[in-house]
Each structure stands twice: as structure tokens, then as C-alpha cells.
């Protein structure tokens, strides 16, 4: 009241306080990114949302960079010395699979790196249908698998980044064929070495069968249900994580087959529970390789798995209390007419950080495929904010066969594969099929998935097809 009657006397109105909210938009918008909140809607410029903490927009571009040798179902890992690898079908010694080490981390200022098959010992191991590498994030264990046309799979591995290496040892057993595998490692101390190793692969089963290791590769326990017994899910899991407490997941069709479920082990392979992801509404791709969603934990052990639906868009969700309840399924392409996608990757860095890979093709040119990258700094947020880059530029797609993300296609094979460094970098290992030459992809402008506080990583000169 007393407010009230000063302001009579003196004559003067109440004047509003204005608090000018920060420009987030205080930058060019390449070309080739969006940024888009879930279901594809347009966030660029958008001055009406509350964009605050780690929920706002950074500048990013896409590109990628050429290992300069051809390569087939790219699996790939980082080391903690930052050394960087990928597989490379048929190009090793004496027509062994390569391991080929690109010494991209750290490039800035202008294009100068150099890629080198760091994959040499006295007697390599015959070149495979399949081959796999895996590099533990806790020990730098680098590890290859392969697998020889069905029949069984070899292992070897290098705790010296390839000057040396250790084995074969066997990891089959012989009443199951052998294919499709996927390799991880957990934090979980086995007994005779600091993490516990893990295989899967789709077999003599209705579901994948999972081995172990306790020793660090050297010998594996036998093959098991990789999934509870009577479950029918089929044999082809995607890409097998091991967490940072120690649990390991992988995900394909759920058990009764009408949508997709994690798979969680929290002893190393002796058990597993199913977790039903939310499908319901999204539905499963009807694809070759429908069998398969993706899984990923990040630092602190949150797990994110990534689908194709029914509609070839992809999906996501999330669990925080592994993978006991999920997240509502989110769209997560960006606003520009994608057909169709296909290949989904997924890795995550610190707690709130996730990417995506995967390959699209746009309405009205629907031969043409191209490469995309998709993260959030701020997952859990209600309303994340989604930043999408085109890791080719126009002109330069990396595969025009008809159908190419539904079916195998050149070097794509039957999966992509996907990490974040220790930086918080992304890197994609995918294929440029037309040049068939193996690929790393990444944002050569864009922020650390590493860190409490969301900086900017330091730029890197773009690639394209002058690394081809």
C-alpha cells in the first residue's frame, strides 16, 4: 500500500524490469547442421525456449577423414595414449586383417595425419570373413577377433599398441557355427586379470551365445545363453558394453519378438534378465538386420540404446537405473525429409552426454545415402536439444545402391561402430563406398561430451574427399 501511494504522488508509472536473456544464437549456422528438438522440430532461432545449462545450441560441422585402405564391418577403439584404430578387411600381412592406426587425435591448424597398419607378427593369422577389434577402455588392451568362414574364431591382442602381439588363443566351441560376434570388456576384476572379457555370437541357438574370459583373452569359458533360456529372440545381437559397474549389455528382438529389448548380465554371463525397451508406438524396423538395437552406458554407467522403427527413423531411450525402467522412445532425426535410415551406432561420454551414428537417405533422392552424426549435451533434460550434422558434403554421398541402409552395402557390411575420446571427440568408423576406402567421421567444429561444464573442443581442419 505504501508503495502504492508514493507512486501516486510523485507521479510516475511502475516501470517493468526487463532481463535481456543471452544470445545462444551468436553464430552461423553451417549449412549442413541442424539443431532440433525430438520428432524432427526445428530449433534453429527459436527465441521463446528456455535454453539454459547444458541445453543449448554450440557450433558444429561434420567431416570425416580417409584411413586410405578399403575396409569391411569397421569396428574400432581408442587407446589411452590416445592411438586410434580401425579394421581393414584382407589388407595385413600376407593378406591378414589390418589394424590401421590414424593419428587423428590432437590434429589442428592444417590437414596433416598419416594411417599405418600396426597389425605385424611373426606368423599373422589368416585373413577372416569377419573380422572385429576391440580396445578395453580401462587397460588399452587392443584385441582382434577372427573369424574364420563359420567354422571357428581366433584371438589375439597387444597390450603395446601393436608392436607386439600375444596368442591365438581359441575362443569357439565346436558344436556351434560362428558368426556375427561382438567383443567387449567390463570393469569387473576377473581372476587372473584387472577387467572381465566377453563375446557373443549368433549360433546353434534361438538366441546369441556368450562366452567369457577371465584371464584377459587367453582362454574362454564355454558358450551360454546369452539371453534367459527359453527367450526366441534370434541370434544377432548388436554391439555387447561392458559398464563401468561392471554389468554387460547387449540388445536385439525381445523375446517374444515383436519389439526390442536390452539384455543385462551382472556376473559375467551366468544370467541374463530382459529389459523391454518402448516400442510400442515406434515398432521395429522390417528390415534385414531388424534383429538389432544398439546399447551404450556413458561414465557413470547410465545405459542408452538406439533402434530403427517401423518408419526406418530412429530412436532412442534411456535408462538410469540399468535398464530396470526407460525413457519414452524419442525420434531423433533431424528436419530435413529423411526417407529412411539405417546401420545405428551409439556411444555416450560423460553422464548427460550421447551420439549417434547412422546413414540416411532424403526424400526425392532416394539412391543417394549420407552420413549423419546426432548428439545431446543435456539427455536428460525434458526437451533436449539435438544437434545433427552431415558428415559429407552435397555431391559427395557415401553410397547411391539402391536400399543401402536396409541391406549390406560395400564396406558398410552388417555394422558401423562408434566412440568418444578422451576429449570428448566423437568418432564414427563407417566406409565411403564409392571410394571404398574406410572412413573416421566426426565434428571437426563441436562441443567435448566429456567434462560437468560443455566446452568446446579445439577445431579441426576438415576432411572430406581430399583424404580419399
Request: one cysteine or more.
Amino acid at each position: 500500500m505504501l508503495s502504492a501511494s508514493f507512486a501516486g504522488c510523485f507521479g510516475e508509472d511502475e516501470k517493468e524490469i526487463v532481463v535481456e536473456k543471452p544470445d545462444v544464437w551468436n553464430f552461423e549456422r553451417s549449412e549442413l547442421t541442424w539443431y532440433h528438438f525430438p520428432d524432427a522440430v526445428d530449433a534453429w532461432g527459436n527465441e521463446s525456449f528456455n535454453f539454459d545449462g547444458r541445453n543449448v545450441p554450440f557450433d558444429a560441422v561434420g567431416s570425416y577423414y580417409g584411413i586410405g585402405m578399403s575396409t569391411f564391418e569397421p569396428t574400432m577403439g581408442i587407446t589411452q595414449s590416445d592411438m586410434m584404430v580401425m579394421s581393414s578387411y584382407g589388407n595385413g600381412p600376407a593378406g591378414s586383417t589390418a589394424i590401421i592406426s590414424c593419428d587423428l587425435i590432437g590434429m589442428q591448424d592444417v590437414l596433416d595425419y598419416s594411417c599405418e597398419n600396426i597389425y605385424d607378427p611373426f606368423l599373422p593369422i589368416a585373413n577372416s570373413n569377419d573380422p572385429y577389434i576391440y580396445v578395453d577402455p580401462w587397460t588399452s588392451r587392443i584385441m582382434k577377433f577372427d573369424m574364420h568362414a563359420l567354422l571357428g574364431m581366433t584371438v589375439e591382442w597387444s597390450d603395446d599398441e601393436g608392436s607386439s602381439w600375444n596368442g591365438p588363443s581359441v575362443a569357439t566351441q565346436i558344436y556351434s557355427v560362428q558368426d556375427h560376434q561382438t567383443i567387449a570388456s567390463s570393469n569387473m576384476p576377473a581372476l587372473f586379470h584387472p577387467t572381465t572379457w566377453m563375446f557373443c555370437i549368433n549360433g546353434n541357438a534361438p538366441h546369441p551365445l556368450c562366452s567369457s574370459s577371465q584371464d584377459g583373452g587367453a582362454t574362454w569359458g564355454p558358450e551360454t545363453s546369452g539371453a534367459p533360456i527359453t527367450c526366441n529372440s534370434g541370434g544377432l545381437s548388436a554391439h555387447l558394453v561392458g559398464s563401468v559397474d561392471g554389468n554387460f549389455y547387449r540388445g536385439n528382438k525381445g523375446c517374444s519378438g515383436d519389439g526390442y529389448s536390452v539384455f543385462r548380465t551382472t556376473n559375467a554371463g551366468i544370467s541374463w534378465t530382459e529389459h523391454v525397451l518402448p516400442t510400442t508406438e515406434t515398432g521395429i524396423a522390417d528390415t534385414w538386420n531388424a534383429e538389432e538395437a544398439q546399447v551404450e552406458v556413458d561414465s557413470e554407467g547410465n545405459v542408452h540404446a538406439m533402434w530403427m522403427g517401423l518408419d526406418n527413423m530412429p530412436y532412442w531411450s534411456y535408462s538410469v537405473d540399468q535398464g530396470d525402467t526407460w525413457s519414452n522412445a524419442t525420434m531423433i532425426a533431424p528436419p530435413i525429409n529423411l526417407s529412411g535410415t539405417g546401420f545405428p551406432v551409439v556411444v555416450a561420454g560423460d553422464a548427460g552426454t550421447v551420439a549417434f551414428g547412422y546413414v540416411g537417405e532424403t526424400e526425392g533422392d532416394e539412391e543417394t545415402w549420407n552420413a549423419y552424426l546426432t548428439y545431446a549435451t543435456d539427455a536428460f533434460n525434458e526437451t533436449p536439444l539435438l544437434t545433427t550434422v552431415q558428415l559429407n558434403i552435397e555431391g559427395d554421398p557415401i553410397d547411391i545402391e539402391t536400399d543401402c541402409g536396409y541391406n549390406r552395402c560395400g564396406g558398410l557390411g552388417d555394422f558401423l561402430d562408434i566412440r568418444v575420446d578422451a576429449y570428448g571427440r566423437t568418432w564414427f568408423s563407417l566406409s565411403h563406398n564409392l571410394a571404398d576406402i574406410g572412413i573416421f567421421a566426426t565434428f571437426s567444429t563441436g562441443p567435448s561430451l566429456r567434462g560437468e561444464a560443455i566446452t568446446m573442443l579445439t577445431p579441426m581442419p576438415l576432411g572430406g574427399q581430399q583424404t580419399l
